[in-house]
């Protein structure tokens, strides 16, 4: 059964069935008020024009979208159909918590050809459906075509509260470089998978992220700057030294990689989504995830560098993770 | 030059020049309260995780996405570029007035060849910028990626007065059915392209389309189910009388054909961007545009089917416009 078989029509009534909108359990007095969904806050969900929704009074909405390409993002016979909807989510999860924000709401525009079997749809939905109770969101809707490949698009909606988002730009000489979690296990598990490894921990993190979607509304008060990791640390740090117009001083023996990488992985490894925080004092750890200052934030006088100390030598670390268009 | 030589990282500094947010005018007393941009409305925009902005108090939020993909819904070598961005914004604008919402920013994920010309980047963004005048509206962010061939997602943020929105289940027996604009010109202009006329009204339809943006919201007070027509009038009223669980009777003399087209066009033809509205009673006229009475609600014993009224034959219309993955 491929998807000319089921029709768009069918299609969309399945996905509609599978992430209809139920009646909301009472509210978990554990879990935050601003993390709680509040009944009635969605109007209108998926098989209308639109979706139609509340932010809840003295918050702002977060915006982001975040695409997978087949064969630049996944390939399809390496990366399992689950993995494909779970990463489309969770890299929005992650840019949405970069800014200091609480996931909401997303839509999916997925293209894919023909004659793609249904089984693979199927795949893709459940690692959905995993993301919508790992990351307490809701799916409301979105496109689908037909397509020479595969082609998946997610866009999102968080709210941060008013004038607390988290920006690029508000690092400050003096300010502290943190990182959460460990990192460069995403480029370890990538290549694992590619000699055929399933069962390592490298490789799970690679095929299902775990963005810091609490972590970034908790540090909102504390942090200057924030960005998550997708492109590799030398790149993104690279973004907010460029946007808050400073430099930044990291230490080699202090940044913290997952067990079993390269220093390379480390440095430039994409898909950590792991976050970037500048502050000026942030605890050891935070909702369980160790968090580790690796540097700091110094004046620039000319370019807007990183440094990287590794014992007594001083290099610049030039942006060396993934860029589109260059392969 | 193409866009492996640009560069992801040239290719956002451009767009974020071309598209930065500029200090708005002062308010044109002419244009509706509800619809004046606040200044500081928006918080980030693009070149950060994500966008922030504000909705204003007494609003919800209307959220979509649409989707274009290369040969399924334009060919490079008949679709001009600027056709193609404004295209996937008027998509999303018809969406949101569908809804009875007012457009207000968006997000474009565009993956694309690496050795596409970057010329085409340029004629897209120039039909994105047009859309922007046209719809006042504000690009804030996005994804670029490379692909194998050419996908554009553009998600959309609109606003709604608080339980204004619009659905499709809203229709009731006694109900009256409108359209808006003249039918069929969509279909017809794209027959033109392929024979290669660009100087027709048609053809000037097909490639730059004119939602509703208008319309949409200011028949929010009086409409009961409102939809747009992206895949045909016979496809999207099904929509309608489905969702309402109503049946719907039209006249075929009633039809407001645009001129040149044919019967096919008018029932079945798509990318229309009219508005099929549910109403009571509408004026023959709202914002310069002609507003047709085609024919009226009625009660369903059975299945949720719309009649055509053919003089004194009557006849099941069945949903006969575009269907993905059915090619």
Redesign the interface.
């Known amino acids: 059964m491929n ?2 078989d ?4 069918a ?1 969309i009534r399945k996905i509609r069935e599978r992430f209809a909108l139920r009646p909301l359990p009472p509210p978990d007095r554990s879990v935050p008020e601003a993390r709680r969904v509040k009944a009635g806050e969605v ?2 969900g998926i ?9 809840p ?1 003295g918050y ?14 996944f390939l399809r016979n390496l990366h399992p159909p689950d993995s494909v909807g779970y990463k489309s989510i969770a890299a929005n999860v ?3 918590a ?2 200091g ?1 609480i996931p909401m ?1 997303f ?1 999916i ?1 997925l ?2 050809p ?1 004659d793609l079997d249904f089984s693979w749809i199927e795949g893709f939905l459940d690692g959905v459906e995993r993301a919508c109770r790992d990351f307490e969101i809701s799916l ?10 595969i ?1 998946v ?1 997610v ?4 709210r ?1 509260r ?2 607390q ?1 988290i ?3 508000g690092a400050k000489s003096g300010d502290a470089v943190y990182v959460t979690g460990r990192l460069g296990s995403s480029a370890l598990g990538l290549r694992l998978l590619k000699t055929g490894t399933l069962d390592d921990p490298a490789v799970r993190r690679h095929l299902y992220p775990e963005p810091r979607h609490r972590i970034g509304p908790a540090v909102a008060d504390q942090a200057h700057a ?3 990791i997708s492109d590799g640390l030398s790149t993104d740090l690279a973004h907010i030294v460029a ?1 808050s117009k400073v430099c930044a001083r990291i230490y080699k023996d202090r940044l913290p990689a997952a067990p079993g990488v390269q220093e390379h992985d480390v440095l430039h490894g994409g898909e950590e989504y792991e976050l970037i925080i500048i502050a000026n004092d942030l605890p050891a750890m935070i909702e369980g995830i160790p968090i580790t200052c690796v540097g700091e934030i110094i004046d620039s006088d000319l370019d807007n560098q990183v440094f990287l100390i590794d014992g007594t030598q001083e290099s610049v670390l030039l942006p060396s993770g993934w ?5």
């Open positions: 998807l000319r089921i029709g768009e029509g299609l109007h209108a098989g209308d024009d639109a979706a139609v929704f509340d932010l009074p702002s909405a977060v915006f982001c979208s975040d695409l997978l390409a087949e064969n630049t993002h992650s840019d949405v970069a800014m924000g709401h839509l525009s293209a894919a023909g409301l809707g979105g496109d689908s075509s037909s397509a020479g490949s082609f698009d866009s999102m909606i968080g941060v008013s004038s988002a920006r690029r730009s924030m960005i998550d946007e860029q589109h268009f260059s392969g």
